[in-house]
Antibody
Framework: EVQLMESGGGLIQPGGSLRLSCAASGLVVSGTYMNWVRQAPGKGLEWVSLIYSGDNTYYVDSVKGRFTISRDHSKNTVFLQMNNLRAEDTAVYYC????????????WGRGTLVTVSS | EIVLTQSPATLSLSPGERATLSCRASQSVSSSLAWYQQKPGQPPRLLIFEASRRATGIPARFSGSGSGTDFTLTISSLEPEDFAVYYCQQRNWPPTFGGGTKVEIK
């Protein structure tokens, strides 16, 4: 059974930084398209970032230069370093694995809430 | 960026009825479209990918159709557990989601 467990969310002031973690079991992050997808409170879904083989990384324009996705093969964990956070980054952040096709999101964690507010 | 427009925003139906949800893309996405179901407090669940292929474990009452710019998710006979929000998503870069259709109990 695939499980993705996010952690690291919380309340942070504008301009601050947070590092989200996603611990995976039942899949190998180094062989999977690993994504972060976010959902602002009461709103829809927004893809944020992808990492896949060879440490290729992609970002939605609104987070480029502020967010960095990475992974630790030994810990089978994916990270999202979020810097210079803004109020509009407030959302539940889901760790998502795409196994069958890149950008079809097969496996979802339960999410971690990031609140950016003073 | 490809914009996906879902309609209607809300669909009020009774259990046993047929649900038809629409998703329109601002430009052709070929068959590169998926549907997800999300219940309150839960992450989304993949239902359909490549426009018409059911994901593992998804009941046959869920079906997808369409190509190009117009897509449909059909639930042939609504079960109580099907009342939820449904999102379409296209996988051309960057991947984008529609705004969602809420299927509520009438």
């Amino acid at each position: 059974e695939v499980q993705l467990m996010e952690s690291g969310g919380g309340l942070i002031q504008p301009g601050g930084s947070l590092r989200l973690s996603c611990a995976a079991s039942g899949l190998v992050v180094s062989g999977t398209y690993m994504n972060w997808v976010r959902q602002a409170p009461g709103k829809g879904l927004e893809w944020v970032s992808l990492i896949y083989s060879g440490d290729n990384t992609y970002y939605v324009d609104s987070v480029k230069g502020r967010f960095t996705i990475s992974r630790d093969h030994s810990k089978n964990t994916v990270f999202l370093q979020m810097n210079n956070l803004r109020a509009e980054d407030t959302a539940v952040y889901y760790c998502v694995g795409a196994v069958s096709f890149a950008y079809y999101f097969d496996y979802w964690g339960r999410g971690t809430l990031v609140t950016v507010s003073s | 960026e490809i914009v996906l427009t879902q309609s209607p925003a809300t669909l009020s139906l009774s259990p046993g009825e047929r649900a038809t949800l629409s998703c329109r893309a601002s430009q052709s996405v070929s068959s590169s479209l998926a549907w997800y179901q999300q219940k309150p407090g839960q992450p989304p669940r993949l239902l359909i990918f490549e426009a018409s292929r059911r994901a593992t474990g998804i009941p046959a009452r869920f079906s997808g159709s369409g190509s190009g710019t117009d897509f449909t998710l059909t639930i042939s006979s609504l079960e109580p557990e099907d009342f939820a929000v449904y999102y379409c998503q296209q996988r051309n870069w960057p991947p984008t989601f529609g705004g969602g259709t809420k299927v509520e109990i009438k």
